[in-house]
């Protein structure tokens, strides 16, 4: 046979073979499947083939999203159906000739014939043939790759590459002897006397559980306000911690170890009438209301000017007094001959000396805690 | 239903009921039981020489009744009429007289143990009239004391307005 006859052959055997096979609604356009759904351009006539279809054309046919990335070289064209003639040319050159029943399918009559037809689909096209599809993309709906018909090697290539992406998926199942354990939590007994009976059926609301925190809650002993013959207090007989605060733009500081709890300031904070100007008023806390102080006023009203909101409230250990602050810095350990104490505390008893480091006030806070609660006439 | 109530509670902590109303932000409860009635804002008559604290008197269905600026009482300053005003009519000691409020709340039950007592830090003596501070529904209530309101002069005063 001649060239001539030889694609005519091919182009009837084509045409008769994508008649029968494409649906009235996408028959002529490349876009379509052979049962309407969308798939490239490249195969849309080879969905349906045999069998003897190779993996990568039944795959880009089918699911764009399940054909697997092969190797070109592994790209066969075996199929005993003939493609559309507008997809003819999606036969690459790269692929090895199909056999035919009557006719005598080289490469270079395929490759001829789909010349031919290759102003039909766009470099797109091409492009998209050539390019794998990423494995484990979801399938479409009316896509089934059935793997008893798809070839051993390329199935095999499928599987190894599942099992690859697998391994690196579980690292921690590839050790199945390490076992996580939970740390150890150590849950301090009490003692019978100080643990109280509570229904256990029952959740406790939100009142029962503030009251339960206000029960439980044992404030540490005050600190003794005690001055020593080394003019000391007893607090700070040795190195200890203090802490900076921030009142109305003066620095301060306080001794750590006199102080209770530091929580916001309330927006609520409840004020009182009948009080001195320095106390600003009740603040909700775990350990109850705890009476605010307004520092500022408190230390130096003789230069507290403007009004201005408090974030802070540092409560006094042992106390149900706290001092509104501005900011709180984080803690210093300083040496007790690091501070230049005052002798004579006749007048304000509230201050124990100055900080030569930082240069600024210390307070003596359990002295302040004491002052505070004898102004409280109803304490 | 409500006296069941407060006899339902045990000897040791009785359950007493607080009618609450808002002053200057603040609420304050008063016991329910000197509590006699609560009046729309009406127009009240100045009388002339009264204390600052008084704002004037009422006719109560014939009765002559002396109302307190409370905010004043307490040290608060002082606040405008509006559609919430209420005069609280309140007897103590024998006495009726009547208290303007911003507004009237409602009818809280609170049990003595819930009473906290509250600081008293100033020189003013308002801060007498604080019988002790209730947390209640995410905030403080302040319960007055009406007995201490007004001093035996005081009342004597308020006799001859």
């Known amino acids: ?379 | 239903m409500a006296s069941n109530t407060a006899q339902k509670s045990t000897s040791d902590d009785p359950v007493l009921q607080w009618v609450t109303f808002r002053l200057a932000g603040e609420t304050y409860g008063v016991n329910v039981m000197q509590v006699q009635e609560v009046l729309r804002y009406t127009e009240i008559a100045p009388v002339p020489g009264a204390p600052n604290y008084v704002l004037g008197i009422i006719n109560l269905r014939g009765n002559v009744v002396t109302v307190i600026d409370t905010r004043n009482r307490f040290g608060l300053a002082s606040g405008e009429i509006t559609d919430n005003t209420r005069v609280v009519i309140i007897e103590t000691d024998g006495h009726v007289i009547g208290i303007l409020v911003d507004s009237v709340a409602e009818v809280v039950y609170l049990r003595q143990s819930e009473i906290e007592t509250a600081p008293n830090v100033g020189n003013d003596e308002s801060a007498k009239f604080i019988q002790g501070v209730c947390h209640k529904n995410d905030e403080l209530l302040i319960l007055i004391e009406l007995n201490k309101l007004l001093t035996d002069t005081e009342w004597a005063e308020l006799d001859e307005v």
């Open chain 1, 1 to 379: 046979m001649g060239n001539k006859q030889t694609e005519e052959v091919i182009t009837d055997y084509f045409s008769e073979l994508l008649s029968d096979n494409t649906d009235s609604k996408s028959t002529d356009t490349i876009d379509s499947n052979i049962d309407g759904t969308e798939k490239p351009k490249t195969t849309a006539g080879l969905e349906k083939s045999s069998p003897e279809i190779s993996i990568s054309q039944h795959k880009i046919a089918q699911n764009k999203q399940d054909a697997l990335p092969l190797p070109e070289s592994e790209i066969k064209v075996e199929t005993t159906i003939a493609p559309k003639p507008s997809l003819a040319k999606e036969v690459h050159h790269e692929r090895a000739p199909r056999p035919y029943d009557s006719v005598t399918n080289t490469k270079e009559n395929v490759t001829d014939s789909h010349q031919k037809n290759s102003d039909i689909i766009s470099d797109e096209t091409k492009t998209k043939l050539v390019e794998p599809k990423p494995l484990g993309a979801p399938k479409t709906k009316d896509v089934k790759i059935d793997n008893d018909k798809l070839p051993a090697i390329a199935y095999e290539q499928h599987k190894q590459r599942l099992e690859k992406m697998l391994m690196q998926v579980s690292p921690a199942e590839a050790n199945p002897q390490t076992k996580i354990t939970a740390p150890e939590v150590i849950v301090p007994v009490k003692p019978e006397s100080e643990t109280k009976s509570q229904p256990t059926s029952k959740p406790l609301t939100e009142d029962q559980q503030v009251e339960q925190i206000q029960t439980d809650y044992q404030p540490l002993p005050t600190l003794s306000s005690e001055w020593l013959e080394n003019g000391r207090p007893n607090w700070a007989q040795d190195k200890f911690d203090i802490l900076l605060i921030e009142v109305n733009g003066l620095q301060l500081a306080v001794p750590l170890v006199a102080l209770g709890q530091i929580q916001k300031m309330d927006e609520n904070l409840t004020p009182l009438f009948g009080q001195s100007d320095w106390f600003m008023g009740l603040q909700k806390s775990p350990a109850g209301n705890i009476k605010t102080v307004n520092t500022a006023k408190f230390v130096m009203p003789e230069r507290y000017k403007n009004e201005h909101d408090y974030k802070f409230v540092v409560s006094i250990n042992g106390l149900n007094w706290g001092l509104a602050v501005d900011r709180i810095h984080q803690p210093i350990a300083i040496d007790p001959d690091s501070i230049r104490w005052r002798v004579n505390r006749s007048s304000r008893p509230w201050m124990a000396g100055m900080v030569k480091d930082h240069m600024c006030v210390l307070l003596d806070i359990p002295s302040m805690g004491e002052l505070l609660q004898q102004q409280d006439k109803n304490h």
